[in-house]
């Protein structure tokens, strides 16, 4: 049962309405991470602090629920949870942390627990997974035919395994029918915002974001997705032809070059690529050169121009435009990116030229 509270923000004076939330953190089977675990807990912790220092009731009622009363953490962690999943009468909210290991052992641990989640989701209990939890809602068949982001480094073989799955790997969350999910690394803290908004206030939102220091308005992780090229598709000739674009993307190619270079028809060509990578060929060729752009950007001095021209090509406009659509920000924006996290320094990027 919801219990429901209204406050006023301190600072803004600004009036709101929220419901207190039953929130679960499930431990499953398997070793999950701890300093999510510990993020979660701070976060709400401090949301219901600052809720009572102006007068107002707690907004998350915390609880921790295990397949198993013993379980592994990260770093050869124990934590004992005296809880068990089956022993939860009630809650409105679960947070699904990271785990670790392979998908299929996940998924082949946790079987007992993927019901339980179908039938918590099933009596319209939220669920959130903070990055590569996502496996576990992917599993239970709670996310078939709904958006969903992750860490992307296991963005291929979750495209593989379960095609029916919506994939947004540049989202930083999602959020779908009470169904929420993360992007990878610390992305998960901007999901926990995401909720305190959602179940609070902007205000208060903005407050955890300035204690806990997290950009509370990035909402892509696409500037350190890594491209990689899917190759598992079982498709040799377009295989050949990926291998010859990452060989030569200094080079200006074309889709009626490698149409020759490899004897398949221009149209055939491209509707194989496209099918076996999800990329048109021209889009396979723009993401070699703009991942090399970026690791030049990352490990070199040379000028933007320079890059430019390393990449194969000569006109500044649309290779911003290009590395934009790729990346998410620009080449500026992504070199000053890099400083800030290196010097620690939040200046503002300077002027395109």
């Not at 309405?17 to 701070?42: A, D, H, R």
């Not at 995401?194 to 806990?212: G, P, Q, W």
Request: hydrophobic share 40%; with cysteine.
């Amino acid at each position: 049962m919801f219990t429901s509270f209204s406050g006023v923000d301190c600072d803004s004076g600004t009036s709101y309405f929220y419901c207190m939330k039953n929130t679960t953190i499930l431990i499953p089977k398997g070793e999950v991470s701890l300093s999510q675990i510990e993020s979660i807990t701070q976060m709400f912790t401090a949301v219901n602090e600052a809720l009572s220092e102006s007068g107002a009731e707690p907004a998350f009622q915390l609880e921790m629920v295990a397949f198993k009363h013993v379980n592994h953490l990260s770093n050869g962690i124990t934590l004992n949870v005296e809880k068990h999943i089956y022993d939860l009468e009630q809650t409105d909210l679960i947070i699904i942390p990271e785990m670790k290991g392979d998908i299929e052992t996940i998924l082949t641990e946790n079987k007992e627990v993927l019901g339980w989640l179908i039938v918590q989701q099933s009596k319209g209990v939220e669920i959130a997974a903070l990055s590569k939890g996502t496996i576990m809602l992917i599993g239970a068949g709670l996310l078939k035919n709904k958006q969903c982001t992750t860490h992307w480094m296991i963005g291929e073989e979750l495209k593989r395994k379960f095609p029916e799955t919506k994939l947004q790997l540049f989202k930083v969350l999602t959020d779908e029918d009470g169904l929420y999910t993360s992007a990878g690394g610390f992305s998960y803290l901007n999901l926990l915002l995401y909720l305190v908004e959602k179940n609070t206030s902007r205000e208060m939102s903005l407050l955890m974001s300035k204690i806990f220091e997290v950009d509370i308005d990035r909402n892509s992780q696409s500037p350190f997705i890594i491209f990689r090229g899917l190759k598992h598709h079982g498709d040799e000739p377009v295989k050949r032809a990926q291998e010859y674009i990452e060989e030569n993307y200094r080079d200006k190619l074309s889709v009626d070059q490698l149409a020759e270079k490899f004897l398949i028809g221009r149209r055939s060509l491209e509707r194989r690529f496209k099918k076996a990578t999800e990329n048109t060929v021209i889009e396979y060729i723009q993401r070699v050169k703009m991942e090399e752009a970026r690791k030049s950007l990352e490990a070199s001095q040379d000028t933007v121009h320079e890059i430019m021209a390393e990449v194969g090509y000569s006109d500044p406009k649309a290779f911003r435009e290009v590395f934009r659509k790729m990346v998410g920000i620009s080449p500026v924006e992504y070199r000053a990116m890099l400083n800030r996290q290196m010097t620690g320094l939040h200046t503002a990027p300077a002027e395109e030229q």
